[in-house]
Structure formats: C-alpha cells, structure tokens
C-alpha cells in the first residue's frame, strides 16, 4: 500500500511567476521524507504539485514529470481526482467539516463520493482509521458529537484518520503540526512514525528538529531573494543533511546561521 | 503607623471620588419629566411634545451634571450613551407605532367569525350597510386572499430559488472573477434596484406576448415576484458560500471528491442556514408587493385556488382594493376593518417567516459541543 515518487526537472508556475524551478527528487516507498527550507521557498507550493492540489488557485501550472510508481500524474487524460484519491493530503491547520460527526468525517472520503458501505464495514474503517491515528481511544464514546469540539491536536489525528480512510499511497503532511502544542506535536510525530510502515510519507515542516526527529530523508529548499523562484538544494539522507551537508547553505541553514 | 492598617469606614474610598451616584440618571429623568410637564403646559400639552422636550432637558442635565462632578471625559461618555440610546428609541418608535396602531385596528376584524375561512364571494354592499345600521357581524373573510398570496409567493419561491442558488454557485465556485461573472454581478445589482411595478410590467407584456393579450393568472404574478427576489437571493447565497473556508474545499478535494460533489456535499450543508435564512427574507421582501401582483394577477372576490388559470387575491391587493373601492361606498367601515385585519395577518405572516428563518438557521448550524 505505498508508492514511490520520481520528480523530473519540475518547474512550478503561478499565471507568468516562476515559483519553484527545476526540482528533480526521488522519494522512497515507506519512507518519511521531510522538506525543509524559510519561508516563501516554494516547499508548500511543491508538495501541492504532488497530488495536484496547487490546481486550486486560478493561474497555476506545471512542466516535468511527477511519476508515482512511473505513471506520470501530468500526463494527459490523467484525471486529478483519481490521482488525490491514490495521494492523501493533511493540512497546516485541522479541518474537520463543520456539518459531520466524528465517524462521518472519518467517513468522509467514502460518504462523499457516495460509495456504497454496510454499517459493519463502515464501523471497521472507522475504528481502524481512528486506531491508525492514534485516536480511537479518546473518541471511541463520543463518535456521534462533532469533530469541531476536539482539541486542535484531536482534529488533526482526526484529519489524519480521515486521510487514511481512504486508503491513499502517499500521505502529503503540510506542517501538520504548526498550530499544535508540544505534546499533542509529539503525539503527531509518533504517529508519523508508525505510518510509514505502511505508507510513503512525505512532511514540510519549519521545525528542523522535527525534521530530524522523523524523517529519513530531508530535501533542503531555498530562495535566492524575493520574486526569484524557489529551489532545491540539496536533498539526501537526514543525518547527512544536518551533520555533514555538501551545499554551504544548507550548513547555515540547519546550523541556525540565517533563516 | 497602626493607623493606616485599620480602615476608615466613615471615609468615602479615594478611588471612587468624583462619581455621580447612582440614582444620578432616574433623578435627572425625572427632574426632566416633571419640568417637560410644566413648560408643555405652558405651550399646549401633548405627548409627542412631552417626550421629545424631556429627551433633550435629560441629556442636557445630565451631561452639565457629569461635566461638573466628573470631569470632560465622562460628560462626552454620557453625552455619546444619551445620543446612541436616543437613536435606538427614535428607529424603535415607527416600528412599535406601526404594530400597535395595526393590532389595534386589525383585531376586531381578524377575530370576527370566518374571517378567516370565507372569501367575499357574494358579499356586497347591502350587507355592510346593514352590518353598520343593525349591527349585525361584519361579513366576508380573507379566505381567498390568504391562498393566493401563499400560492403566488410558494410559487415565486420553487422560481427563483434554484436560479438563485445555481447563480451564486457558479458565481463564487465557477465563475473565478471572468469576465461572465462580472457581468452577472453587475446585472444582478441592477436587477436589485428595479422598481417592482417594473418587473409586474416585464412579466405581464411578457405573458401576453407569449399566452395571448389578457392573461392574468397567480403564474404571472408568480414570475413577477422572482424577478424582484431572484437578485436577493444571489446576493445573500453568494454572501453565504463565500464564507465557507476554502480549507473545507481543499480538505474535500484532497480526499479525492469531485468539485460538483463537494460544493453539495460540503459547502452547501456548510451554508445552509445562511441560505435558507437569506430566502426567507426574500420571501418576506415580496410578500408584500402590491402593485406587480395588481397588473399581474388582478384582483378576486371568490376563491381561486388554480396558480395557472383566472385571476387571484392577494393580502396585499386585497387591502389595497378594500380602502380604496369600499364594497359598500356609503359605509366604508366594515371595508376598512377587513383591510386592518388582512393587514395584522400579513404582518403575523411575515413575522412567522422570520421565525421559521431563525428556527432553520439554528437546525442546520454546523454543530458544536463536545
């Protein structure tokens, strides 16, 4: 249930903006793979490309290859919904749909696209995501009230458990866990940690600790000023990144000289 | 130095010098009352007069008063307060003079027996002459009326709702500020400011182009009325679904669903009470339309429960012909008692609307608790 990711020579463009130029990266099946880099760098920006997701916004397109497990998801007829159903996507902040219970946001992936599913299969689904979320034993009574009244860090295990509901190949994680405290961040890494024995994770964090704490391998992103497009520096495995980096400025970077 | 350890009671605290006292404003108020009284004795009395001259000595008194204990700062405090309480009163007083005055002069009529359950189908002068010299009970009801209006504004409702809805849908969801949704924008504002005498003209040419010269129904009537709450309706779902955050979107589209099935599975049910309570008050906003209803539907005396064929009541035009044509014209009395009593029930009608308004707002609200 994982797949792996080739990037070619992909550039990323808003309307004439060049945003992100040339990355090419290969991320491993059943791995973590972190992205790092300051703010504005374009990690955001790529890691929406992953699944699609930056065809949100008005104006912005891609060129290169993104291949998951070699079919390109640029290629054409390739249908962007039938690419994010494979490419699960969590958010910087949680979001719960406002409407649904508990279950039903666990539900939603299925309920949504108005699959067919008996009460005991959905019952299932629902402790299993919860369980691979880390979170059934907190909701397991109150499965009916709505996913609003959690705390921030239950919504985003919750938003976790609705990602993994559906059973993608890849799990997009956009800082997860920029608006949560220490513990329930930690509750979040821990679970980071058991996904990818199943899952190829891929994660932007800001934390470089974070960075260090659950990736394998870590991509450094940066941008040569404002306006200029972002790139990737230098990307390979996590312990070589923040102890011994080729690229002088990922050194300063992890070593907290700027950025 | 024992001495600054035990409290002084007889000593006001330090912290509280230089306040007025409490009773301060009902002392001024009725300081105010009492001279108002004298000086409107003086000029003629009367109420309007009493009120409005008290209002001002009471801002006056209070505010020189706060000014002289207080200080500045709290004189222009209580001078802001006496000015934002006063406009409240003065919006407040047409509203309160408006359901009064109709309670008062639509009850006897609401309350006469049948007036609810028979139309003035055979009722003619001869009765409300007799009714006024024998005092014998007023005759005739509002049976009629009562159903055309609620046809015609269900009617106008099933029309414009989906236009509405599926307008603001492509506005905010499809339309991505080209130039197609600019131009909506700009003639769904036009179309807010078209006088309603305007869209009765529009439709009635328009059905007797269509259905032949003549052709007055509670349709027409129906399609008049939506094109007065169509544009209410765009306006206020757009309002609504532009709030739903897009995270929801994202968070749907990220769970592979399709667009078409996340704006009705997600942001529509996201919306919901804001559209619904929108519509409502479009409902309320037409429901009171006399003069489109009068080119369109004409008036009836006898009941007409067929939308698609002959003329129809309303409230609205009942009312208006009731005070103006009296069905007996040597004693307009019994007339005009029917007009304050069709009066009270459009007005209990339109407030049940806002009601049921709020009531779907509250049920449909996304849900919180823990």
Redesign the interface.
């Known amino acids: 249930m994982s797949k792996r990711i080739d990037v070619k020579d992909l550039n990323v463009y808003y309307g004439d903006f060049l945003a992100v130029e040339d990355v090419s990266i290969n991320i491993e099946a059943k791995s973590v793979t972190a992205f790092i880099g300051p703010s504005g760098c374009g990690k955001s920006t790529f890691l929406r490309t992953l699944n699609r997701m930056h065809e949100v916004i008005p104006g912005a397109r891609v060129e290169g290859e993104v291949l998951l497990d070699g079919d390109n998801l640029y290629g054409p007829g390739v249908d962007p919904v039938a690419v994010r159903s494979q490419i699960g996507m969590v958010f910087q902040r949680p979001n719960p749909f406002p409407t649904m219970s508990i279950r039903d946001n666990v539900l939603a992936g299925v309920k949504l696209n108005n699959k067919k599913i008996s009460k005991g299969e959905a019952d299932v689904l629902v402790e299993r995501s919860l369980k691979g979320a880390n979170l059934w034993n907190e909701v397991k009574d109150r499965l009916e009230k709505p996913g609003s009244g959690l705390s921030g860090g239950q919504q985003q295990r919750l938003c976790i458990a609705r990602a993994i509901a559906v059973e993608p190949q890849v799990i997009l994680m956009d800082e997860p866990c920029s608006a949560l405290d220490p513990i329930s961040t930690l509750a979040i890494e821990d679970l980071i940690n058991e996904l990818k024995d199943q899952y190829t994770v891929v994660i932007v964090t800001h934390n470089m600790q974070q960075a260090a704490r659950v990736s394998d391998r870590t991509a450094f992103f940066n941008i040569a000023g404002t306006g200029k497009p972002g790139k990737l520096i230098e990307y390979g495995d996590t312990h070589t990144i923040f102890s011994n980096p080729v690229q002088k400025a990922t050194e300063d970077y992890v070593s907290g000289r700027f950025g | 130095m024992t001495s600054t350890l035990t409290p002084v009671r007889s000593k006001r605290s330090a912290l509280t010098k230089g306040q007025l006292p409490k009773y301060a404003p009902y002392a001024v108020l009725g300081a105010a009352l009492i001279v108002g009284a004298a000086i409107l004795a003086l000029i003629g009395f009367n109420a309007f007069g009493w009120g409005l001259v008290s209002a001002i000595l009471f801002a006056i008194g209070l505010v020189s008063w706060s000014a002289a204990v207080e200080g500045s700062r709290k004189a222009k405090d209580k001078l802001a307060t006496c000015l934002v309480v006063g406009s409240f009163l003065v919006a407040l007083l047409p509203l309160v003079s408006v359901i009064w005055t109709v309670l008062v002069n639509g009850v006897p009529g609401l309350i006469n027996p049948g007036f609810l359950t028979n139309s003035m189908n055979g009722v003619t002068g001869a009765y409300d002459n007799k009714a006024v010299e024998n005092g014998t009970p007023v005759l005739g009801g509002i049976y009629h009326a009562l159903l055309g209006t609620v046809e015609i504004t269900l009617l106008a409702t099933v029309i414009s709702v989906p236009v509405g809805l599926l307008t603001a849908i492509y506005l905010v969801e499809y339309g991505?500020g080209g130039r197609l949704a600019k131009a909506i924008t700009f003639f769904v504002d036009v179309m807010t400011g078209i006088p309603s005498i305007v869209a009765g003209l529009f439709a009635a040419a328009f059905f007797f182009v269509v259905m032949g010269p003549g052709t007055k129904t509670g349709a027409v009537a129906a399609v008049a009325l939506s094109v007065l709450m169509i544009p209410v309706v765009v306006r206020s779902s757009e309002e609504m679904l532009r709030i739903v955050?897009?995270?929801?979107?994202?968070?749907?589209?990220?769970?592979?669903?399709?667009k078409w099935?996340?704006i009705l599975?997600?942001v529509i049910?996201?919306a919901i009470s804001g559209i619904a309570s929108g519509v409502t008050l479009a409902i309320a906003r037409v429901i009171g339309e006399t003069a489109p209803i009068l080119v369109t539907a004409g008036f009836a005396t006898s009941i007409n429960s067929n939308v698609f064929g002959g003329w129809m009541a309303s409230l609205p035009t009942f009312i208006y012909t009731q005070i103006l044509n009296p069905t007996s014209p040597s004693n307009p009395d019994p007339s005009s008692q029917r007009a304050w009593g069709a009066a009270l029930v459009l007005i209990i009608l339109v407030m049940l609307l806002n009601l049921v308004a709020r009531l779907i707002a509250r049920i449909f609200a996304?849900?919180?608790?823990?």
């Open positions: 991505q955050p897009n995270e929801l979107r994202e968070a749907a589209y990220a769970l592979g669903v399709r099935r996340t599975k997600v049910p996201t996304p849900k919180t608790g823990r």
